[in-house]
């Protein structure tokens, strides 16, 4: 977790002043990126999680440090204008949302400051004009994928849920508000069926045992529904005739699948996924276009949330129809395709072979011809073109682009770009990178809420060739 106390600039203080486990009283001022509170005891900073700015609170002192300390909320004085009551009943335990008690649109408010900080003070912008950050009708049930780790509790019952914040203990639901509403009432059944089978859970601190997670995914547009079991092996017994009773159970269930995972790994999905009944995919609904979702395949969580982010890129750019585009990172071209239908030439780059295949058959779905997807890394397959691209469009992982990324892009020289991105500081370092050399001028960032109830942020970044 990211505690920048470089915000909060203050004298180094003498440790022994602190006392671990000491109860003390603090009023919150600011929220930071991670999505804690921040507040001051003296000339100290203490990090708070579970509280917004305005809340007046009693705290204990966890951990210390000679210039701040991570405190847990004892006691809530005086709330904040900005807390709500949270709509789910383990909100304060669950690590699945840490923004739950904090009205939707001071979420959005803290987010745009965010981003306009982190530009500042990492990227060095001074006058760089920031959108509106864009956002849904509603702050809940936008998830179109949720993936449960498993565990069996002491009674030995079959549980499911999301980790208890900063550790690893399971918090069982039984449904989750930010989920889409209709994957709700597959929850608590799923867990009876598993446990009259007899399946057995993955341990994780043993390793043994079979089931690891439970994954559920949903076509917003569709309602077409995937369920997948993770597994250790794949061989659980009965499992055709229980999942012919999930897909007579469930109409819109259009897929039963086995991902196999027998590594000790914190990574959810293993590289063999089957199906064993139904389809290996649902059907989706993006920008117009039809395409194909597996269980493993990376797509936005929330689907109207991107899509506005989408139309916004596609309005910015004005394509005429004459350019060559290529998108780095394209995935299985979920903004590849829809934009090569208004450009001459379009391709996308992707370091996952299966995600090429995907955007290959997508491409075919949607008869668009004029892409090309190539697998390798944008360093690599950029300069091999032997053409400078009009637009690139990056959507890089959190970590951002590496060093030979920009370089790349700096040598190649395209007359725009757009950065689409999740983590703020990241994105801020890179522009930072792109424009320090002269190379690009940033003109535009339009933020979105991708991820409500989280502190979490997606940008699109809008930058030109510099001339001259």
Same mark, same amino acid.
């Given at each position: 977790?990211?505690?920048?106390?470089?915000?909060?600039?203050?004298p180094?203080?003498s440790?022994?002043?602190?006392q671990?486990g000491?109860?003390?009283e603090?009023?919150i001022?600011?929220?930071?990126?991670?999505?804690?509170g921040v507040?001051?005891?003296?000339?100290?900073?203490v #990090?708070?999680?579970?509280t917004?700015t305005?809340d007046?609170?009693?705290? =204990?002192l966890l951990?210390?440090k000679a210039? $701040?300390?991570?405190a847990?909320?004892?006691q809530?004085?005086?709330?904040?204008?900005?807390?709500?009551?949270p709509?789910?009943?383990v909100?304060?335990?669950?690590?699945?949302?840490?923004?739950?008690?904090i009205?939707?649109?001071?979420?959005?408010s803290?987010?745009?400051?965010?981003?306009?900080?982190?530009? /500042?003070r990492?990227?060095?912008?001074?006058?760089?004009e920031i959108?509106p950050?864009l956002s849904?009708d509603s702050p809940?049930?936008?998830r179109?994928?949720?993936?449960?780790?498993?565990? =069996?509790s002491?009674?030995?019952?079959?549980?499911?849920?999301?980790y208890?914040k900063?550790?690893?203990?399971l918090?069982?639901?039984n449904?989750?508000?930010?989920?889409?509403?209709?994957l709700?009432?597959?929850?608590?059944?799923?867990?009876?069926?598993?446990?009259q089978?007899?399946?057995?859970?993955?341990?994780?601190s043993r390793?043994q045992?079979r089931? =690891?997670?439970l994954?559920?995914r949903?076509?917003r547009r569709?309602?077409?529904?995937?369920?997948?079991?993770?597994?250790?092996?794949?061989?659980?017994?009965?499992?055709?005739t229980?999942?012919?009773?999930?897909?007579? =159970?469930?109409?819109?269930?259009?897929?039963?699948?086995?991902?196999?995972?027998?590594?000790?790994t914190?990574a959810? #999905?293993?590289?063999?996924?089957?199906?064993?009944?139904g389809?290996? $995919?649902?059907?989706e609904?993006?920008?117009?276009?039809e395409f194909?979702?597996r269980?493993?395949?990376?797509?936005q969580?929330?689907t109207? @949330?991107?899509?506005a982010?989408?139309?916004v890129?596609?309005?910015?750019l004005?394509?005429?129809?004459?350019? $060559?585009l290529?998108?780095? $990172?394209?995935?299985?071209?979920t903004?590849?395709?829809?934009?090569?239908?208004?450009?001459?030439q @379009?391709?996308?780059?992707e370091?996952q072979?299966? @995600?090429?295949?995907?955007?290959?058959?997508?491409?075919q779905?949607?008869g668009?011809?004029?892409? /090309?997807f190539?697998?390798?890394t944008?360093e690599?397959v950029?300069?091999?073109?032997?053409?400078?691209?009009?637009?690139?469009?990056?959507d890089?992982p959190?970590?951002?682009?590496?060093?030979?990324?920009i370089?790349?892009?700096?040598?190649?020289?395209?007359?725009?770009?757009?950065?689409?991105?999740?983590?703020?500081? /990241?994105?801020?370092?890179?522009?930072?990178?792109l424009?320090?050399s002269g190379?690009y001028?940033l003109?535009y960032?339009?933020p979105?809420?991708?991820?409500?109830?989280?502190?979490?942020v997606?940008?699109?970044?809008?930058?030109?060739?510099?001339?001259g």
């Open positions: 977790m990211d505690h920048d106390v470089s915000l909060y600039p203050h180094p203080v440790p022994d002043q602190w671990q000491q109860l003390v603090v009023t001022k600011d929220l930071n990126d991670s999505g804690d507040g001051r005891l003296g000339n100290r900073v #990090f708070v999680p579970d917004v305005g007046h609170v009693r705290v =204990r951990r210390v210039n $701040y300390a991570i847990k909320l004892h809530l004085l005086e709330p904040s204008p900005h807390r709500i009551r709509h789910c009943i909100a304060d335990k669950c690590g699945g949302c840490q923004w739950q008690h009205d939707p649109q001071y979420q959005r803290v987010k745009e400051n965010l981003i306009e900080q982190v530009l /500042t990492i990227g060095g912008f001074t006058s760089i959108a950050i849904t809940l049930a936008y179109n994928k949720a993936t449960y780790p498993m565990q =069996r002491p009674t030995g019952q079959v549980q499911a849920g999301y208890q900063g550790t690893h203990q918090i069982n639901l449904q989750c508000p930010v989920q889409d509403a209709r709700n009432p597959l929850l608590a059944q799923i867990k009876q069926d598993i446990q089978q007899g399946w057995s859970i993955y341990n994780e390793h045992g089931l =690891r997670h994954s559920l949903i076509g569709t309602g077409e529904m995937l369920l997948t079991l993770v597994t250790t092996d794949a061989n659980l017994t009965n499992l055709e229980q999942a012919q009773t999930w897909l007579n =159970r469930y109409p819109d269930l259009v897929g039963v699948c086995v991902n196999v995972n027998p590594h000790r914190n959810i #999905f293993g590289d063999q996924t089957h199906c064993v009944l389809q290996p $995919y649902l059907r609904i993006f920008a117009d276009l194909q979702l269980p493993d395949t990376f797509f969580v929330n109207e @949330a991107a899509e982010l989408f139309n890129i596609r309005q910015k004005a394509l005429q129809g004459t350019e $060559y290529v998108d780095a $990172y394209c995935g299985i071209g903004f590849t395709l829809p934009l090569a239908k208004q450009v001459q @379009a391709l996308g780059i370091v072979g299966t @995600a090429v295949e995907q955007a290959q058959i997508n491409a779905i949607n668009i011809t004029n892409v /090309t190539k697998m390798g944008v690599t950029l300069p091999q073109l032997g053409i400078t691209p009009d637009i690139v469009l990056l890089p959190r970590q951002g682009c590496n060093p030979q990324v370089e790349t892009l700096l040598s190649v020289l395209p007359q725009r770009l757009v950065y689409i991105s999740c983590k703020p500081a /990241t994105l801020a370092r890179d522009l930072k990178r424009c320090q190379g001028q003109t960032i339009q979105a809420d991708l991820f409500t109830q989280t502190p979490h997606e940008c699109a970044a809008f930058l030109e060739k510099q001339e």
